[in-house]
């Protein structure tokens, strides 16, 4: 490994990472509302102002479901300049990127074009997010990779936004969020699989989004923690779907992160998905093989909010089931529930699976030496 | 294979409904005339198309008509092989998606009695659920009551996807009736279909619907403990049923870690959600999501920290195991008699306790 170890005071908070690491879900904030403007056609300018963004959901701004936090962010990651949680490079390389040790910082922008009715709007806010993130964040750090940001429910706008950044190394994965118009499997959303297919990026498929979709199945519900817990249940419903509706079948190359949705399900999902398979094959022909094998060659995991089981026995039965090499670590950093690199992996690793895990997973999925 | 003992507990068997009009003698003038002049069709759910794979295993299913819907049948195909002593019937009949509350009651009074008179009253190992529509919970309650009154009811039957999470305060004055009769409630696999049959919209595929059953399932869950129902009603047990349960020990490994960083949220949830699940929540054993091997199912039940959770059931006749292969291998046989006796009769005090030969 050809990563400098970076000299770090005694006390730090994470004095116990020696070694460089990957957060594969960091959070950049714009500081005031007009920073993206720049990056904006003139007419979203007053259009924004006057409409705003007019979301799947009832809330002008902010969340259906207050945070537990503010932004849902850590009350000390303020930056010392003002702006809220995540908006201040020069923060977040003081109390997260250099302290810990992060080579690759992989940025996940949310409050993005996604999720919003209005296609135009959400091609323009998607375009600008992604020139914002060149800017003002990875041409300034090179260890920070964006997410190319797309209107989720156009797929020609989308396969066009993501052609236009082909071969542009500040860019490392797609993004989209777990929840939609449609489970992700539905074929509005495969010419966002093709073209990313075609450019030789992952999709990063983050926890959260709107859809208009009740957010279980029964319904709406009451709290802020049924849409946290419930993350992992959308999840495991949109990556059915993709498997189910074959998009692995017709996409080969496609490679899925599940972003911030838990890991530990995996296992369940997939021997439940194999058993029902195996009585109703005939409903799904286009499948050729089981779907625990598309998940397994396909789809990747981030760690945070990292499964947190009484024994650590059940904790690693759980990842070798997975898989150690389909792990990548991330932090989630500003959130609130961030998770501590030093402290997130129980004792009783290999070096080789703490390697794989902190660092060299990331590194070969995002294609970075 | 692991072999099943004499004297169990099959805490789900579903009696078929051959056809709506089979409920016409159960229903009063008015329901009758309205049935027939209108010609109601069949309410078949989606969650289970009858000549599905999933509805019936291949040799389970009869020459003509549904798959449960004989009673002979059930004897020979489920009660009999197994030595079951207590056989509890779970009609998943159609009844939830109806939208008219007064029809949606109507059909539930005619299912409720005719399973009594067409099954109960003709094996006296079959026990029933009492199945309840939800548009109106006065409705609902007052169901409850009138067929409680017969001892061989043993729970009462809501739908695993319906208007609401379960949890919702509107519903609690059914929790309160079930908890003051001794009656668990089962939450089955099926859909009202009021809502998308996953929390992400509407699939393709029937093989969808049925895979999203465990995740709603775990919404089911979560809503239920942060409500606050079981700080409410202690003594409720609510037993899943057909809800895999594989998913369980990451799903509470989540809901435990976010509880502890928002408990602020929901302050009357006085005990953690593991000890929730532990004392007021059960699980049919079929369907087992799970590898074949052995080993791997017995890490996961090591992964549960319980072996009271699981109740023995052969989800007859729908398509869960082959042959006689009921228990997954490798339980150890504490296990197979507290899965097929101890945890079921601790659950449903309705169940009388009967001498059983090890």
Known sequence: ?369 | MTSPIAGGVDCDLHPAVPHLTSLLPYMNDYWRDQVTTRGMTDLISQSYPTNSPIASRPDWRPAQGKPGSSLADMQRQALDPFGTAFGICNPLYGVQMVFSEDMADAFCRALNDWLVKEWLDKDGRLRGSIVIAVQSIDKAVAEIERCAQDKRFVQVLMLVMGDMPLGKRHYWPIYAAAERLGLPIGIHAGSAYHNPPTSVGWGSYHIEDYVAQAQAFQTQLTSLIVEGVFARHPNLKMVMLESGFTWLPPFLWRLHKFWRGVRMETPWVDRSPLEIVRSNIRFSLQPVDAPPEGDTLNRLFDHMQSDELILFSTDYPHWQFDGDEVLPKGLSQDLVRKIMIDNPHATYPRLQVKETVR
């Open chain 1, 1 to 369: 490994m050809n990563i400098q170890i970076r000299e770090r005071p005694e006390g730090t908070a994470s004095a116990g990472i020696k070694t460089a690491i990957a957060d594969c879900d960091i959070h950049p904030a714009r500081a005031t509302k007009d920073e993206l403007h720049p990056y904006l056609a003139k007419r979203w300018h007053s259009h924004l102002e006057t409409f705003g963004v007019h979301p799947y959901q009832g809330m002008m701004e902010g969340p259906p479901y207050p945070k537990a936090q503010p932004n849902a962010s850590r009350r000390d990651a303020y930056p010392p300049e003002g702006g809220p949680q995540g908006s201040s490079l020069s923060f977040m390389q003081k109390q997260h990127l250099d302290p810990n040790n992060v080579a690759l910082g992989v940025l996940n922008p949310l409050n993005t074009g996604q999720g919003i009715r209005n296609q135009d709007l959400a091609g323009a806010i998607c375009a600008a997010i992604n020139d914002w993130q060149i800017e003002k964040w990875t041409s300034k750090d090179s260890r920070l990779k964006g997410s190319v940001v797309v209107a989720n429910e156009d797929g020609v706008s989308a396969a066009a936004e993501i052609r236009r950044r082909a071969g542009d190394r500040n860019f490392v994965q797609v993004l989209l969020l777990s929840r939609n118009v449609e489970p992700l499997g539905q074929r509005r959303y495969w010419p966002i699989y093709e073209a990313a297919q075609e450019v030789g990026l992952p999709i990063g498929v983050h926890a959260f989004g709107f859809g208009g979709n009740p957010i279980t199945a029964s319904g709406w519900p009451s709290y802020y923690i049924e849409e946290m817990v419930g993350h992992s249940q959308c999840q495991q419903t949109a990556l059915a779907s993709l498997v189910l509706e074959g998009v692995f079948e017709r996409f080969p190359k496609l490679k899925m992160v599940m972003v911030e949705a838990g890991f530990g399900w995996a296992p369940s999902l997939a021997w439940r998905l194999d058993k029902v398979f195996a009585r109703l094959h005939a409903e799904v022909p286009h499948l050729k093989r089981k779907p625990s094998e598309y998940i397994r060659d396909h789809i990747w995991w981030t760690t945070q909010p990292m499964e947190d089981p009484e024994s650590r026995d059940h904790l690693f039965q759980t990842i070798e089931w997975i898989g150690w090499d389909k792990l990548l670590f991330a932090t989630d950093y500003p959130h609130w529930d961030y998770d501590e690199p030093s402290r997130v992996l129980p004792a009783g690793v290999s070096d080789a699976n703490r390697q794989a895990f902190y660092l060299d997973n990331a590194k070969q999925l995002y294609g970075i030496s």
